[in-house]
Structures are given as structure tokens and as C-alpha cells.
């Protein structure tokens, strides 16, 4: 196999918590005087990474860790009842397992929020689970290579979001970008992912190669 390890996003990825996120952020925009955002207004913020989301909600920086923290929270409630992004991504990723190469999840939400998710989902083959912070996927990711000793070649990492591109770039490891999530699919490509992937299987046939 071409790849040794696969690590995936969770939100927006496997789990589909865009909509409960969008509740959670309407709970939380009175406290942290945000702009209020309405159901129109997603498809445009679909197209902006992370920084610029930030800006145009106009969060100062020094609350987004308390932000998210409380946002982790208040998802941890609901977390059992949401859906997978797509039916069939788990047992694509049992199946990519099955091949040999290791899987594990990095994401900015909790451990106890994907734990919890993949309990509900039956899916407890994953080889771990890092949580990291909202821009600390690249760090976190160098970290677990060097770790495992492995080379930037034999990884791919697998996101929906514009800052898992970047993350990965500067990982220097392979990214494929799925059509599905958060980010939509022409800001994806305007970032050049090493692979766009539409259908869960394609990433199967990603991990086939040699």
C-alpha cells in the first residue's frame, strides 16, 4: 500500500454535525457578541476557511478558545443523534483498515464527543483519537509521525475544511479534500488538494494504490 496511515477529520467528515453546530453557534453569539448569522448566509460562509469566518462573525481571538470549549460542550448533548456524513463512511474505513494501513481521527472536537459518536455507530476500530486546537492539526499531525516514525510519503490525511488543506500542505503530507462537508467543493479546489473525492469509496480506491 502506498499509504501506511489515514487519518480522517471528524465534523463535517465522518460526522454530520453542521446543523447542530449551527444551533450551538446561535446559542453562543449573544454571549461572545457575535454577528448573528442566518440559514442564507451558510451557503456563503461555506466558501471561507476558518480565519476568515472568525473575521466575518467578528470574534476576537482571545474568546475562541473558551468558544469552542463551550461549543464541544453543549455538542456533547446531542452528539449520539447525529448522522454520518455519508451511510457508508465507516465501512469504507473498516475496509481501508482491513488493507493493512491504520486509521486514526485528528479534529478540533472532543474525544469524548467522537468516542461517543463512534460507540453509537458501532465503530471502535479506529487506532486512536487527538483532539488539537482550531489551527493545530499541522503540529499535531508532525507530532504523531515522528512518533511512529513514519514518512511524509506513507500518510494521508483526509478533511473537508480549507485549514485541513493547509494543515496537511504544511505537514508536508498528501490531503484528500472531501466533497461533502463544511467548505464547498470550488473553495476546496481552489486550494489544490491532492485528492477531491466526491463518493466514500473513492478513498478506498485512493488507499488501494501502490
Not at 489515514?6 to 461572545?32: H, P, S
Not at 499531525?141 to 506513507?154: A, D, G, V
Amino acid at each position: 500500500m502506498k499509504y501506511k496511515y489515514v487519518f480522517f477529520d471528524f465534523d463535517g467528515t465522518l460526522a454530520d454535525t453542521e446543523e447542530v453546530n449551527f444551533v450551538i453557534y446561535q446559542k453562543l453569539a449573544e454571549k461572545y457578541n457575535l454577528r448573528n448569522i442566518t440559514l442564507d448566509e451558510l451557503g456563503h460562509l461555506k466558501k471561507m476557511s476558518a480565519k476568515e469566518i472568525i473575521e466575518y462573525v467578528e470574534l476576537k481571538k482571545r474568546y475562541l478558545p473558551f468558544m469552542l470549549k463551550r461549543g464541544k460542550k453543549l455538542l456533547t448533548q446531542d452528539i449520539r443523534n447525529v448522522k454520518l456524513c455519508k451511510s457508508d463512511i465507516l465501512d469504507i474505513v473498516k475496509q481501508i483498515k482491513s488493507l493493512g494501513v491504520k486509521v486514526a481521527i485528528i479534529t478540533t472536537n472532543s474525544k469524548t464527543n467522537v468516542e461517543m459518536f463512534l460507540e453509537e455507530h458501532n465503530a471502535d476500530y479506529f487506532d486512536f483519537i487527538s483532539s488539537s486546537t482550531m489551527f493545530g492539526k499541522e503540529s499535531k499531525i508532525r507530532k504523531i509521525m515522528k512518533k511512529e516514525k513514519l514518512k511524509k510519503s506513507e500518510v494521508l490525511y483526509v478533511g473537508d475544511e480549507i485549514r485541513d488543506i493547509h494543515a496537511a500542505n504544511r505537514a508536508g503530507i498528501d490531503v484528500a479534500s472531501v466533497g461533502w462537508g463544511y467548505n464547498t467543493v470550488e473553495s476546496l479546489k481552489k486550494n489544490k488538494p491532492k485528492y477531491l473525492v466526491y463518493e466514500s469509496d473513492e478513498l478506498l480506491d485512493i488507499c488501494k494504490q501502490e
